[in-house]
DNA sequence: CAGATTTGTATGCTATGCTTACGAAATCGG
DNA sequence: CCGATTTCGTAAGCATAGCATACAAATCTG
């Protein structure tokens, strides 16, 4: 499904004949130094930068996972949310889950669009709209939390119960 | 700089008169169960939730600390990467980073519009294009490590130093 | 040599996230 | 109670990031 380079493994370049034209020795370095690992220097120290190559990791099985579903993280976290709070309002979703009014709203609108989610006013805040499961949108989300199990299993696959809440932990530090 | 909605702290709403027009009580619920941090529910427990959280978190982090350079995560990563291994290729690049050929060139187009590197022919291999910093690349990249290290001590100042090497390594056994 | 693979490239689509701006509604301070 | 401030939803625009697909040239493999 997916040509995806990344699955790619380092294969290791054959030795090269010392006496080709003489390129220089750097670039012969540059492709050649590819071990099993592919050396990243000193930005592996950075823990930024492991954030990100999780992520990117994470996101992409979850993509895959989901994409029969056609579901994205936010889209799942959102339905999620809202069938935990029922009427929730947009602004509480966006605090919530660290977004922006605007980012929230473009969501919703695709949320909102494929009928999983209805739009509602406020009783209590006229500037509200209530937000509301369809009886799809409760269909798809219980369809993603099966597909959400299959994901975690993935990701907790590699740390014992404890590591995993250990990591919860360290990483709830961070955004908290 | 930022209106970032995110900043705003939680105020809890108080204490509503129980018989104003008898609004559900789900959606005042909706609203006013917010104490001092959001009740996210059960998506709480799902470690690509918390992943993807702290990423936006540090990304945001990043990109204020780098607002003035202009420069992106990816950017700084793809620059370090090629002073670390001169000569180096796209492909290498891509592979490293775990990013898909089109989107490395898409940066490396960027970083090249900006005078940071050229492009230039492999002796070894003329399919490749070896990538070097020009001297403003160079220069670019130092500054940019300054703010690295101010980014890093950001994020590393809520661990101990045993708590960040093991950070690491969780988040290395997802990604590796 | 012929076929498969790798590399750089181009194009186009989607998702995400931010900014700025606006109007309506609510809240706060006097 | 009224004016100032804030909140909420919305809209439009911009940048980044990521993916798929397709091509041509170069290289590798059998």
Request: glycine share 6%; charged share 30%; net charge negative.
């Amino acid at each position: 499904m997916a040509e995806r380079d990344l699955e790619a493994t380092e294969r290791q370049r054959s030795g090269h004949s010392a006496n080709v034209d003489c390129a220089s020795d750097a670039e012969t370095r540059a492709s050649a130094m590819t071990g099993d690992e592919a050396d990243l220097g000193a930005i592996d120290d950075i823990i930024g930068f492991h954030i990100r190559l999780a992520h990117g990791a994470t996101y992409r099985h979850f993509t895959e996972t989901f994409s029969e579903l056609g579901l994205t993280q936010k889209m799942v976290s959102v339905l999620w949310l809202i069938d935990d709070h029922p009427h929730i309002a947009q602004a509480d979703i966006g605090r919530r889950l660290q977004m922006d009014r605007a980012t929230t709203m473009a969501i919703i609108n695709r949320l909102e669009a494929r009928s999983l989610l209805v739009r509602g006013a406020s009783t209590l805040d006229r500037r509200r709209q209530t937000l509301t499961l369809t009886a799809t949108g409760h269909e798809a989300l219980i369809e993603a939390r099966r597909c959400i199990d299959e994901h975690e299993q993935w990701v907790r696959s590699r740390f014992t119960k404890r590591e995993a809440t250990l990591l919860i932990e360290l990483l709830r530090r961070i955004h908290e």
